[in-house]
C-alpha cells in the first residue's frame, strides 16, 4: 500500500529524499496547473513551483499537520507566485491578447446574454488581468475545482470571503470578456 | 443582474456548495424564476468558457527539472550544514586553547610558581620573592606580612616587566 502524504512528509523529514521525490510526484501536475494560473508565462510559474517545493522541503520538519499536505504546498504555492508576480510587475509589458482580426465573435443565437468568445482570444490572459485575489479563487473554483471550504484554508480567509470575491471576479471577468467581443 | 433575493444562493448551487435540502430548493425556485434560470446559464457558460483555457498539464522535462532542483538543493544544504558542523568543531577548539592558555598565563604570572630553573614566561624573580606586583609596579617596598626584601625597586620594576630576566634573590641581592 502506497504511503499516504503525511507519512511521506515526515520520511522526508527524516532525512529520506526519495520520499520527497515521491511528494513531488504526486502534486506536481496540480500544483504546475495552478502556478502557470497564476504566473505571467510559463517559465515564471516553473520558477514558481521549483521555490514552493524547495521552500516545503526546508519546511518539513516545522510541518505540523493541521492542514493536510495538499493544502500546505498551495499555500506556499500562492504565497511564492505572489511574491513572483509582485516582482516582475514592474518589468512586465501588458499581457498579450491574440486575435487575429477585430470582427466582433458571433453572439449565441439562443440569446440570453450568452457570452462565446473567439477562440483566438486567450481566455486565460483574461484571467490574469484580474486582480490578484480575484484571479486566486477564480482559478481555485474553476481549474481545480476546489470547495469553497479548501479554498478558504488555503487563503486563509472566510468562507464568506472566498464566496464575495468569487462573485466579484466572475463579474469582472465577464466584463472583460464582453469587452472583446463586443462591436 | 437580477432583483430576486434567491439570486445570491444561485453562485453556490451552481458551485455545488449548497447543502442536500437547499440544493433541492434552488432547483424548484429556478424551474419558476426566468431571471435566476437566466444568470444560472450565465454562470455555466462562464464556467465552460474557463475550462477551455484550464492550463495544459506539467510536462515531462519541467518535471525533470524540478526533480533537478530539488536534489541540487538538498546536496548542498547537506554540504553546507557539514560545513557549518566543521566550523563549529573548529571554533570550539580554538576556544579551548585560548581559555586553557589564558588560564595557564594567568597562573605563571600571578599564581604560586617554585622560581626553580630558567624562568617561564609570565614569571619573574620578582614575583619568586613573594612581594605583591602592585608595590613593585610603584617602587614601594612591600611591608605586608610575608614580603621579603627586595633591591631597588625601579630596577625589580624593570626585571618584573621584562620577565624572566635574573633580579634580586630573595634577600635583595643582585
Same mark, same amino acid.
Given at each position: ?7 511521506? !512528509? ?11 521525490h ?61 511574491r ?69 484554508? !488555503? ?13 466579484r ?15 | 443582474? @437580477? ?5 445570491s ?9 449548497? @447543502? ?13 424564476c ?18 477551455d ?37 573548529? @571554533? ?21 610558581? @617554585? ?52 633580579g ?7
Amino acid at each position: 500500500m502506497e504511503p499516504g502524504d503525511l507519512e511521506l !512528509v515526515r520520511q522526508a523529514a527524516r532525512g529520506d529524499g526519495a520520499a520527497f521525490h515521491a511528494l513531488v510526484d504526486r502534486h506536481a501536475a496540480e500544483l504546475m496547473r495552478l502556478a502557470v494560473s497564476l504566473s505571467a508565462t510559463r517559465a515564471d510559474a516553473e520558477d514558481v513551483l521549483q521555490e514552493t517545493f524547495i521552500g516545503a522541503y526546508q519546511g518539513l520538519s516545522r510541518f505540523d499537520a493541521r492542514a493536510s499536505v495538499k493544502t500546505w504546498l498551495k499555500r506556499i504555492l500562492v504565497r511564492q507566485a505572489a511574491r513572483h508576480w509582485n516582482r516582475s510587475k514592474r518589468s512586465r509589458s501588458a499581457l498579450p491578447i491574440e486575435a487575429a482580426d477585430t470582427s466582433p465573435a458571433p453572439r449565441d443565437a439562443g440569446g440570453g446574454g450568452a457570452v462565446r468568445v473567439d477562440q483566438r482570444i486567450d481566455v486565460a490572459a483574461v484571467v490574469k488581468m484580474l486582480a490578484p485575489e480575484h484571479r486566486e479563487v477564480i482559478v481555485m473554483r474553476e481549474f481545480d475545482q476546489m470547495s469553497y471550504a479548501e479554498i478558504a484554508e !488555503v487563503l486563509q480567509i472566510p468562507i464568506g470571503t472566498v464566496e464575495s470575491r468569487l462573485h466579484r471576479a466572475r463579474a469582472d471577468l465577464r466584463t472583460k470578456l464582453e469587452a472583446y467581443t463586443t462591436d | 443582474m @437580477s432583483d430576486c433575493p434567491f439570486t445570491s444562493l444561485l453562485q453556490a448551487y451552481h458551485d455545488g456548495q449548497l @447543502s442536500a435540502g437547499r440544493k433541492r430548493e434552488a432547483e424548484e425556485h429556478v424551474s419558476a424564476c426566468a431571471a435566476c434560470a437566466a444568470e444560472l446559464e450565465r454562470l455555466r457558460d462562464l464556467s465552460r468558457t474557463l475550462a477551455d483555457a484550464r492550463p495544459e498539464p506539467i510536462r515531462p522535462d519541467e518535471l525533470g527539472r524540478l526533480h533537478e532542483a530539488i536534489a541540487t538543493y538538498a546536496r548542498e544544504a547537506g554540504d553546507d550544514r557539514r560545513i557549518l558542523r566543521l566550523g563549529f568543531g573548529l @571554533s570550539a577548539v580554538a576556544a579551548s586553547i585560548l581559555i586553557i592558555s589564558t588560564a595557564w598565563l594567568y597562573d605563571g604570572q600571578f599564581g604560586k610558581s @617554585s622560581g626553580h630553573g630558567p624562568a617561564s614566561p609570565g614569571s619573574s624573580s620578582v614575583a619568586n620573592t613573594g612581594e605583591s606586583w602592585e608595590h613593585v609596579a610603584v617602587g614601594k617596598p612591600d611591608t605586608s606580612a610575608g614580603a621579603r626584601p627586595t633591591g631597588t625597586a625601579r630596577n625589580d620594576v624593570t626585571n618584573w616587566m621584562i620577565g624572566g630576566t635574573k633580579g634580586p634573590d630573595a634577600h635583595g641581592n643582585p
